[in-house]
């Protein structure tokens, strides 16, 4: 799991921050800053070395030059420090070395080792012992990691440091790894070109207030950890994982090395990644921000709670869709904001903004956010860091506080800010103030103000998957994307995993051949999606992915009989829809037996096949006796979490009622109307009733009845459209014997397209009546004759909801 990190915020705000949290910083969360500080106290010590014991540092990390047989390269201590796992540290209570003091490698002089600095420059002395330092952090940092991949680009930048030692040269990482930027246009400049593309026809105050959200992201992105490339090979396709370790390993090299050894230089994420890691990160990112950002609101300042809460998901919400949005225009090299409608300063402040989403600028305004998940890489439990960073500089802070004091009218009212719908629709005026909605969010995801019985509880109507999901929150279940490789070795559990899910495949699924069922599994161009449970699997979806046709085909699904009826098969399909949806795929397919369709229509899946048939003929497996289902997935859709949502929206619902209600409390007079002999008064006449709220419902328009010539031309069109339409083949022309001999012994008046259209140019359909009759007689002949699991009832069906459609369309029918 990725972590948010901000090593540097926590050393420069300590105090800050323990003063604005109210408690005490953590013992290991002070470790992490000693860490740091001591870093840097330590080159600032070694620098103040006198020149002697610089020169005898050095030595350890340079080349004999006795002679050039001599291949030693570093003066090795005769009298080593007991503890042999550091490497050589030199201190002020070291005792000094002697230039004659022989090594205990090679056996020259010290002065042999040290003779080419002899005349160096203090300043490039002091260059060298600050990349010693470095060389000797790297060095406890290899022996310190735990991954592989992240201990081996340690090591190779150690040895790339103590080569610079050796040749005195400027550390430059080098190779396939490539020179920054590595893509373009940057995640700096594309979140630019989405404020201004999204944001650029608003007045200055409310363009900064986005401003100041892209801020706030594109400093979270700068300090979001990224998770090794280990971990997220169980989740990824196998190209994607050899990509996402490119780019793990230029993040390292680039941006996270160097914030702690500064003798390479440093990059900021977002000046030198693009969309690529931009999408890879986001969900989970965001997610956790919130989470963070939700935890801490009560420490916050109520018009910076209402900032973080209200207007940054929203921002997060449509920054998300333009990331994941190929064709979006920020994306585009070329993409330049249109000058009329950037919002410039205001002539009177006298001063120009500074670079817009430049992410080194000053930062302002620290908190402390507790983090909320269990991630092992956050041993302290802590992150710090900026709400607004580099929102403002130093001057700009001094303009606004002269404004806030002179012109305390004009402050920028967050509540007024347009969001993106209220820019494509008018607002109407029962929609609910923002101020009043934002204060009933908070009400309903704020246990502590909600009234009622506790939360662990769950509703007598609480959604399938809610127990599920509750489940995976606390860890007792988890979810893998699993799958043999042929390019890779799979890892032992993987395997493990594999067979579990064969062997519970194989249980639930009697009827299916045991070899076939383990063939598929296993096969490479299968993946399965697996539910574990105290690391055993009790459940899976096996599918195949089809990128290019653009569907994915759904092979086995299954969840062991003692673990059913506890919605894990609900959450493991709204799993895989949001894993699909990440990866551009919208379309599920698969074949239902008669066991299997009521829990596939549960899932969203029908037999409506929203695909040409064309897609998928040919790629998906044929099963006799099966029922070909389809399901269409909605990208803007968060599918884990779409009960706990629409649940949530009903709480809201329900509160703004209660809120209304509470506002038009009146006691109204009795009515007297009826003691005076009326029996019958109209709804909206009874006093308060449309002050609570009540509507009354609309009548329908009355449809202008069709003239005979319309009636017929309607007619017309219809049969067109239905002889054209892809599920109309069985139905063209009249059965013929030799292909059903038995067809007409059945079906007592047969009935067809080319019969319909001879009899409509004969004017036989004088009444919509016998127009509609002769129709449903082809779909119900066809039902009659044929098995329901056949492609001709498939085709009926399918075109008697097109035909049932049209004619409402037309106006033959009343809809």
């Known amino acids: 799991m990725a972590t948010l990190e901000d090593e540097q915020s926590i050393v420069d705000s300590a105090t800050e921050s323990r003063r604005s949290s109210g408690s005490q910083l953590s013992p290991t969360e002070i470790t992490r800053s000693v860490n740091l500080q001591r870093n840097a106290q330590r080159k600032s010590q070694v620098r103040s070395f006198p020149r002697t014991k610089k020169l005898e540092k050095l030595g350890v990390y340079s080349s004999c030059k006795a002679d050039e047989a001599c291949k030693c390269n570093g003066w090795k201590n005769p009298n080593p420090p007991p503890t042999p796992t550091q490497p050589a540290r030199l201190d002020v209570t070291t005792p000094l070395a002697s230039r004659s003091d022989p090594c205990k490698s090679c056996g020259h002089q010290l002065a042999a080792h040290v003779s080419h600095l002899e005349d160096v420059a203090e300043e490039e002395i002091d260059r060298l012992l600050g990349i010693v330092v470095d060389v000797e952090h790297l060095f406890m940092s290899v022996h310190k990691e735990e991954d592989a991949d992240t201990k081996q680009v340690y090591f190779h930048l150690f ?4 080569k610079c030692i050796l040749q005195m ?41 986005m401003y100041d959200l892209a801020k706030m992201f594109l400093h979270c992105m700068n300090h979001w950890k990224l998770e090794t490339p280990t971990a997220r090979k169980q989740r990824a396709q196998v190209d994607e994982a050899g990509a996402y370790k490119v780019t793990y390993t230029r993040w390292l090299c680039y941006c996270h090395v160097p914030s702690f050894c500064d003798s390479l230089q440093h990059h900021e994420p977002t000046d030198i990644f693009g969309r690529t890691l931009l999408k ?13 950002l939700r935890s801490e609101k009560d420490n916050m300042p109520a018009e910076k709670r209402n900032l973080v809460l209200t207007h940054f998901p ?31 300063a205001s002539p009177d402040e006298n001063t120009e903004l500074e670079d817009p989403l430049d992410p080194s600028a000053q930062a302002l305004g620290r908190i402390t956010v507790t983090t909320t998940t269990g991630v092992p890489s956050l041993a302290d439990g802590h992150t710090t860091f900026n709400l607004s960073p580099g ?15 002179t012109q305390a009218t004009d402050k920028r009212k967050i509540d007024e800010l347009p969001t993106e719908e209220e820019i494509k629709r008018q607002r109407l005026e029962e929609d609910i103030p923002d101020n009043i909605l934002g204060e009933v969010l908070s009400t309903v995801t704020d246990p502590a103000a909600m009234v009622g019985p506790e939360g662990n509880l769950f509703a007598a109507h609480s959604a399938r998957d809610e127990a599920a999901r509750n489940e995976e929150r ?126 596939f229509k549960k899932q969203g899946f029908s037999k409506d096949i929203k695909m040409p048939k064309s897609s998928y003929a040919g790629y998906i497996k044929d099963y006799e006796g099966a029922t070909l289902m389809g399901c269409q997935l909605n990208p803007r859709i968060p599918h884990t979490e779409f009960s706990l949502i629409i649940h949530r929206q009903k709480k809201i619902v329900k509160k703004l009622i209660e809120m209304k209600q509470h506002e038009e409390r009146s006691v109204y007079p009795g009515l007297t109307c009826f003691k005076e002999g009326v ?66 012994e059945h079906i007592k008046y047969p009935m067809d397209l080319k019969t319909m259209t001879e009899r409509f140019k004969g004017k036989y359909y004088s009444s919509r009546k016998l127009f509609i009759a002769d129709m449903q007689r082809v779909f119900s002949n066809c039902r009659a004759y044929n098995a329901a699991d056949t492609e001709y009832v498939r085709c009926a069906n399918t075109l008697e909801r097109f035909f049932l459609n049209k004619i409402k369309e037309l106006g033959i029918v009343d809809k």
């Open 159 to 162: 040895k790339l440091l103590r």
């Open 169 to 209: 040269s400027s550390p430059s990482v080098e190779g396939p790894l490539g020179r920054p930027p590595f893509e373009k246009p940057s995640i700096a400049k594309g979140v630019s070109n989405f404020v201004h593309f999204k944001f650029g026809h608003l007045v200055h105050k409310d363009w900064m207030t």
């Open 280 to 292: 890879t990160v986001f969900p989970a990112m965001k997610r956790q921000v919130l989470d963070m």
């Open 314 to 344: 929203r921002f997060l919400a449509m920054l998300e869709e333009e990331a994941f949005n190929s064709s979006s225009p920020i994306w585009d090299p070329e993409f330049t904001p249109v000058q009329e409608a950037v919002p410039m």
């Open 391 to 405: 929102l403002v500089n130093v001057r700009r802070a001094a303009r606004l506080s002269a404004l806030a004091a």
């Open 474 to 599: 606390r860890g007792v279940i988890e979810f893998h994307v699993i799958g043999n490789s042929v390019t890779r070795k799979p890892s032992r559990q993987t395997l493990i995993w594999l067979v579990g899910l064969q062997n519970v495949f194989s249980h639930q699924l009697p009827r299916m051949p045991k070899e076939y069922i383990t063939r598929l599994v296993f096969d490479t161009k299968h993946k399965t999606l697996a539910l574990v449970k105290e690391n055993r699997v009790i459940g899976g979806v096996c599918f195949r992915m089809f990128p290019t046709q653009g569907f994915t085909e759904i092979v086995f699904c299954a969840v062991t009989s003692n673990e059913q009826v506890k919605g894990y098969g609900t959450h493991l399909m709204n799993h895989l829809k949001d894993y699909h949806v990440k990866h551009g795929v919208l379309h599920f397919l698969t074949f239902a037996d008669e066991f299997a369709i009521g829990y």
């Open 679 to 744: 029996r019958q008064i109209p709804m909206e006449s009874i006093p308060g009733l449309v002050d609570a709220g009540w509507r009354p419902v609309r009548e329908k328009p009355k449809v202008t009845p069709l003239n005979e010539e319309q009636v017929q031309s309607a007619f017309k069109t219809v049969l067109t459209a239905v002889k054209n339409h892809n599920s109309a083949w069985p139905f063209l022309k009249p059965v013929e014997k030799n292909e059903a001999p038995d067809y007409y």
